[in-house]
């Protein structure tokens, strides 16, 4: 197997971790309010679930300026450690304290790793699959959201919640030599910082907040946050919504499993369209399929067409984040990429922690279940329209940055045929030492190179 494709490997494996790590929440908040030693009310869960989004907004805006400075490969080792010891803190946790800090920690792990790993699947990959890489690798995330919600359908069924954590934290420590041994460095990270030292204002934080990326950031930053709401809101209480529209709890964790499984294909088939089509079109059409579906799950429909919807609103509402965060990689030069990606993820982290609050004091108000679903279309409309009414100079960004990396990847392939070819000369050369050398009149066999 290729470098890029044991990191692919290694990158896919990190996200399904982060997205069991997520979902577990979700998937275990109907045995958090029946656990009887904490007796938790349902706006406490909902202030626990925001812990892990808290954490990730603290993780992403300090680690993309670390990985811009120390490399891609380091952080995400660093990152994947932490995951794995939050998850372990919550499994052994003996207080609801306890328990939040473990989530914090999470959160802090999780927040670092996408954007350490996206600028390296995105660095690695081959102009023209750099959509389908980074969506491959996103992939990761609704999968092991599905994984949690299996594992609690069928592991914790009439158990307490903590086998779900100590799963977590075990397939964490298992992932860790694998990525050390696996995962390189990126390319184009070492070329940068071995070929030139960039003036401080041309890199990192500063480049991404300066004009005339600012505007570009702060659209991101926007579309992140709407992004977020939807992923954390409906993942953390999608199966207690449905308990309350009288679905019972396996059920209602079916539908768990559909909405990241449909993230999944969505989220790969959105991917090729933007390697065709770019970047802002998928990312429209993706809120206004979540924006429909989360609407539609509020009607009386048959089950089998409402676990179809769920699929959709899985395709939409949490496929989107995938293709803004390849949307972010590809609009920033590479001394500033990783920190781009920090900040748009950090301070689109608001939503994320807005999500599970927002629906925690909504069920607590007592209101009927499809309000909530009501309140929930609202970012993905949002998200619809602002991707469609910005995105000019993004746009072009964008097509700068990928005719920057078409040529780079032309130099690279001369590069190499140079190398290869030097390497055959000497080759040929060591051949012609050890060949003695034929006598006066004698037939010499040709050679070819």
């Known amino acids: 197997m290729s470098p890029t494709g044991r990191a ?20 275990t908040t109907p045995l958090l309010l029946d656990y009887r030693p904490w007796h938790l009310t349902v706006a406490f869960v909902g202030l626990l679930g925001s812990l892990t989004p808290i954490g990730m907004l603290v993780g992403s805006l300090l680690v993309g300026q670390f990985t ?92 307490s919640f903590h086998l779900e954590y100590l799963t977590g934290g075990i397939a964490g420590l298992l992932l860790l030599p694998a990525a050390y041994v696996w995962v390189p460095e990126s390319t184009a990270y070492r070329e940068a910082v071995s070929t030139s030292v960039p003036a401080p ?51 209602s964790q079916t539908f768990l499993v559909l909405l990241n499984l449909g993230a999944t294909v969505g989220g790969m088939g959105m991917a090729l369209l933007a390697d065709r089509a770019g970047s802002k079109g998928p990312v429209a059409a993706s809120f206004a399929l979540g924006a429909a579906a989360i609407v539609a799950m509020s009607a009386g429909l048959p089950l089998p067409v409402l676990y179809a919807i769920v699929v959709l609103g899985g395709c939409g ?29 950090g301070v689109g982290r608001v939503g994320a922690i807005a999500g599970p609050a927002l629906g925690g004091r909504l069920l607590a108000a007592g209101l009927e279940p499809r309000w909530n679903f009501f309140l929930f279309a609202v970012p993905a409309v949002l998200g619809a329209a602002l991707a469609l009414a910005v995105g000019g100079r ?12 078409q040529e780079q990847d032309q130099d690279q392939d001369q590069q190499q045929e140079q190398e290869q070819e030097q390497e055959d000369l000497d080759k040929a050369q060591d051949q012609d030492r050890s060949v003695p050398a034929p006598l006066a009149g004698e037939p010499t066999a040709g050679r070819t190179r």
């Not at 692919?8 to 971790?17: E, H, I, K, R, S």
């Not at 293709?323 to 590479?334: F, G, Q, T």
């Not at 993004?394 to 990396?405: G, K, L, P, V």
Request: proline residues 5%.
């Open 201 to 251: 204002a041309s890199r990192g934080v500063r480049l991404v907040l300066r004009p005339p990326y600012l505007s570009t950031t702060l659209m991101f930053c926007a579309l992140a946050a709407l992004s977020f709401l939807l992923v954390f809101g409906m993942n953390t209480w999608l199966p207690q919504l449905m308990q309350e529209a009288d679905y019972p709890l396996r059920s």
């Open 8 to 27: 692919l490997a290694v990158g896919l494996a990190a996200m399904t971790l982060e997205g069991f790590d997520l979902v577990a929440f979700g998937a």
């Open 68 to 159: 811009d400075r120390f490399g891609r490969r380091r952080t995400t080792l660093i990152s994947i450690a932490v995951v794995s010891a939050g998850m372990f803190a919550c499994a052994v946790a003996p207080l609801p304290a306890l328990f939040g800090a473990g989530r914090f920690v999470v959160g802090l792990g999780v927040g670092a790793v996408y954007p350490a790993m996206a600028p390296l699947i995105y660095e690695l990959a081959p102009d023209g699959r750099k959509n389908l890489y980074s969506g491959i690798v996103q992939c990761g995330t609704a999968l092991g959201g599905a994984f949690a919600a299996l594992a609690a359908n069928t592991l914790l069924a009439g158990h």
């Open 394 to 405: 993004t746009s072009r960004a964008d097509h700068q940055n990928r005719n920057q990396e």
């Open 317 to 345: 509402a949490v496929g989107v984040q995938g293709l803004i965060n390849v949307y972010v990689s590809r609009s920033y030069p590479v001394a500033a990429r990783a920190s781009a990606v920090g900040v748009v993820l």
